[in-house]
Every structure is written in C-alpha cells, then in structure tokens.
C-alpha cells in the first residue's frame, strides 16, 4: 500500500506493542488491528496515551524552531532543526530532498502526526466494533471516544496548519486506502469537524481523564471541552495563508468557539501539562527556544517594544541596548553582551536579546522539563475572541479589555479602547501575540505572520508533503519558497 496510512497504522501498533510484548505482528506492513485493539484495557490505553504523544510532537522541535525563525519571531544561525537555511535573508526554498539535512523539517511532524491519528483510529475503531471501557463501576466508552475525536481533530489540524496538502483518514478509512491528498483547507475543516464530535460528547458529563494520560492537569469533562474549542478557534483562526484569506474566515465562528474556551469561567485555566523531567512529559521545542546558547530573539520583535531599534544588526555592530515602558522587556527578556553566531553566515542572525519567560524548563535549567510546560495560555483565548469582535464589528469594549488583560496587566502599557478603532486594536492584538504569546504553542507566530502577510518575502507558506512520502506514494518531489517556487 503506497500512503501513509500504513505509516499511520504501522506506527500505532508500534506503539501499542511497545507495552504489550507477548502480541506477535508476523506482517508489519499489515497488522491485525482488530486483535491488537480487542481488549478494553488495551483500548483505553491506546487512545489515552495519544494525548501524551500529540502533545509531546506538537512541541518537538521539528517544524517548531525552523517556523520560528522563519516568522523572525527567533533567530539562529546553527544547522540544528532547519534554522539555518530556512532563515536565510534572501530566502531559498525548503529543501524538499530525502537526503537533506533539513528533511526532517517537513518529516517528523508529517510522520508524528499521523501516528497519534492511528493510534486515535485504531481506539476508536475498536469502540465501534462494541469494546466497552469502564472505570471499574461506571461505563465511560463516551469518555475514550471523546479524547479519541479530540486527537483526530488536533492532529489533522496540525497538517493543516503545517502542510499544503494532506490525508483526511479516520476510524472508518477502509485500510489499505489510496493516496488521495486534499488541500490544507479541507483538512482544516475536517480537523474542526472531528473537534464538534469530542466537545458533544464531552458536554454535560462528569468523567475526569486519568493523571497518567494526562499531567497534573485534572482535566475534567468540562474543562476538556473547553480545550476542544479552544482548539477549533485555533484551527480556524491559523489556517490562513494570506491576509485575503484571513478575511475570509468565519470570525463570528471562531468567537464562538473561542468564547466557550480555555479562559472563560470560573474553571479557566492555562493547557500546560506538567513537565516530569523529559519521560513522558516535556517540551523540546520550547527547551532550545528559552536557551541563550541556541536561540534568541529576533531584532523584529525588539523593535516592536523599542521603536529605536534596527530590525536588523548593521555591519555586525551591537546597537545601544534596547529599552522599552513595556514591562515584559525586563520580566520576560534577558540582554546578553555576546552573541554566539557566526558573522559569515549573516549578521541578521544576530541578536542581544533571549526569552526567558519559561527559562525553568528549558536546558539552560538546572532541572530542565520540570514544571508547567506553557502551550496555550488563557491570554490566547482571550485575543481570539478579541480578534473575532474586532473583525466581525462586534463588541470593541470587551475587545479592548480582553487586549488590555496582559497589555496593562503585565506589560504596564497605556491602555487601548474602543475609541482606538479597528487598526489600532488590530495592531495592539497583533503586538500582544508576538510579546505574550512568544514561545508557548509551536509555530504560533508563524502561523499568524502568515495570515497577515507579514513574513518576508519568499517564505514559504507551509512545507510540502515530505519527500520520504511522495517518492513512497511514486508522486514527484516539489517544494515552496525562494525566488522560483510558487507559494501555493
């Protein structure tokens, strides 16, 4: 079978088998998922462990650190993650090539993705074909099958948002399956479809999803469908790759969902799963970005606090270091005299400035992965259902309270109002994701340059489908970015 649903099924009965050593697959290609997932033990297993294994991939460092650099959110110069060469100033075209060093850019997360799809697929096709799961007393089937939707919809909203093109398979893909793509748009709205099925089955329900397949988070029903939508606003909202497109969206939607999410109520919280060390429950991405020896961060984003300041190093020369009244420049940032790029592979690598807001968990640390591992906060939330107001002409006051939350609560900035207009509180939501937002969920400044035309020119707008794939599927190699590659 030529697509990578047999990636896809192959690597969820891996990991299956990873815990249940005495099952025997004489056919990888084709194992028997109905036996590996007949067991309700087993099942419960399989679908709550792809929580842990879509958070961890979603904040790997593959696609995280080369879309950072590439929104000149952060800077590096180093070859490690595709930094190197995907922040080139002029930009080239991603590297699209099996053998390429930066190959795992598009790889990793094509591959991670849609392994904890299978392993979602696999779960729920057993609860289909009537496994039961109790809690011991109580029959909490809904519950697996909640979190079961829940990963299909965040995972193929992860190709969406990362890829031109993808797969849109689930429980119900007669396997072996064709290699059908469909464009990141429709994979879009599938993602958000599934995300609808998890929050019904969700709403109004009692159960709690086990510490263990979940961190320290006490995810309640509730508060589970609270993520879920949060989830969906995100999809919506990031899946544009133009500002035309940006438009276009359902913002009322996206509001909609947004306003039943993470920072709403009484249970508002922020999604960030305990770090354990790096076992089971850590952030890589985030590591290196919070690490002054690795990343730092991007003269655009010193500029925004500090109009002073050049967007970019000239002739290698340090300016005066940046000062800002926005309080987040001393809390959030360190200043370093040394830089420790290369000058030869381009002085607008070069920056002063690291984040250190999450420094705790990053390698710089004593004790790296220990603690919360930040991946959407509450203020995330809060500047969707802002950007919905906004952009639907609806409600500018609760826009500009919901700005002003971090603006004046931890920025000490002056306010804005509603009497600051559509521009003005565009550009302070627009400020507030690139300073309060910075390093919590991967590819976020990325994804949010993007819809509004706002990185530089001849970046490419989402990776192609990995050559590992295309050469397997017998389809041709193709790339976007640089002076000759389309974008779309």
Known sequence: MKSSTKITMLLAAVAFTACNTDLKI????????????????????????????????????EPSEAFAVMADALTSSYGNFGMRFNSNEPRIAYNNTASSGDAVV??????????????????????????????????????YQAIGHFIQGVTLG???????????IDENTKIPAPATFSPYGDVSKAAVAKLDMAIALATGKSWVIPDNYITAINMTAPKFAMLANTMAARILAY????????????????????????????????????????????DDGKA???????????????????????????????????????????????????IPFSAARGCYHWSNWAHERYFSVGWGSDNPFVGPEMMILQAENDLLIAESDVRTGGDLNEAATLINKTRVGRGNLAPVSAATGTAGLLAAIQYEQDIELLNTGAGLQFYDRRRIDGLQPQTPLHLPVPATELETDGLPVYTFGGPTNPNR
């Open 158 to 168: 992860n190709i969406a948002l990362i890829f031109d093109k993808g797969f849109i």
């Open 26 to 61: 004489t056919d990888p290609n084709a194992p028997d998922t109905n036996r590996a997932v007949s067991n309700a033990n087993d099942v419960a297993a399989l679908i709550g462990g792809s929580i842990n294994y879509w958070y961890v991939h979603s904040q790997e460092t």
């Open 239 to 282: 899946t544009p790759r133009t500002a035309a497109e940006n438009t276009a969206v359902d913002w009322a939607k996206v509001g909609a969902y947004a306003r039943k999410g993470i920072s709403v109520g009484t249970d508002a919280y922020d999604f960030a799963p305990i770090g354990d060390g790096g076992n089971n429950w850590y």
């Open 288 to 338: 290196y970005q919070e690490y002054a020896s690795w990343m730092r961060v991007d003269m655009r984003i010193i500029k925004e606090m500090d109009p002073t300041q050049p967007v970019e190093f000239a002739s290698c020369t340090a300016p005066p270091k940046a000062t800002s009244s926005d309080a987040r420049l001393t809390t959030d940032f360190k200043y370093y005299a040394t």
């Open 106 to 143: 598009a790889h990793n997360p094509w591959v991670w993705n849609y392994a904890a799809l299978g392993q979602a697929n696999d779960g729920l096709g057993a609860l289909s074909r009537g496994v039961k799961i109790t809690d011991g007393t109580t029959d909490v089937t809904d519950e």
